[in-house]
């Protein structure tokens, strides 16, 4: 079983919708949870990043920790064509090993 | 504040060749992470140093080595390369042990041809 499972898609959705991405994962001493959005061709640009369970908001992203399921989410509001990438979770139980999924790719159409 | 830099943006060698990626994490950052990005794959990790010393290492061939120096930049080397090792070479730093996300370059894509 991999450490992560992220559902690489593709997801295609409308303008303005709402979207939800969603990781899940096996190993319970992960602590600290991040999303990433990666453009085609390059680095991945750090998102969100939050510790131990609960919800962090920032602007039209927010990102959801449920640890007793396993489970997060990046949730994106009122989508917009920019949006469109590929989206990665990764995960630590240290701070300093990370585990990443294999990143779902998004497009928002106008 | 400058972001982690990473050199060359593109590399092209030819099959059993050597190849030298170069990386310089955030100011401040000990730990430097090198990751494989092939086609349509995930991130795969390879090797991560701090403060100087080689933590730990991904499943990859021992052909694929690197160093951190006191500064904490960072190269990672291919030896032998082979045309599978065609990727995109993401290298990430972070800060204090257990306080910090990771921050990434943009990359170096190696085309072994």
């Known amino acids: 079983q991999k450490e992560v499972e992220q559902d690489p898609g593709p997801l295609s959705v409308p303008e303005g919708a709402i979207v939800s991405l969603n990781c899940t994962y096996s190993?319970?001493?992960?602590?600290?949870f991040m999303w990433y959005r990666q453009y085609s061709r390059k680095g991945p640009e750090l998102l969100m990043y939050t510790y131990s369970s609960g919800n962090k908001e920032d602007g039209r992203f927010t990102a959801q920790v449920d640890k007793s399921s396993k489970y997060i989410s990046l949730f994106i509001r009122d989508s917009q064509p920019s949006d469109s990438a590929t989206y990665l979770c990764a995960m630590s139980n240290t701070g300093n090993q990370f585990y990443f999924g294999t990143g779902t790719s998004l497009t928002v159409i106008p | 504040e400058a972001g982690v830099t990473q050199s060359p943006t593109h590399l092209i060698k030819t099959r059993g060749q050597q190849a030298t990626l170069r990386c310089s994490p955030i100011s401040g950052h000990t730990s430097v992470y090198w990751y494989q990005q092939a086609l349509g794959l995930g991130l795969q990790f390879l090797l991560w140093?701090?403060?100087?010393?080689?933590?730990n290492r991904g499943n990859f061939p021992p052909r694929f080595s690197g160093r951190q120096f006191p500064n904490y930049s960072s190269e990672l080397n291919v030896n032998a390369l082979e045309l599978e090792d065609s990727a995109l070479y993401l290298c990430a730093s972070s800060s204090l042990i257990g306080l910090s996300e990771a921050f990434f370059g943009q990359g170096t894509r190696l085309t072994v041809v």
């Open positions: 190993n319970s001493a992960f602590q600290y």
């Open positions: 140093y701090d403060e100087g010393e080689e933590r």
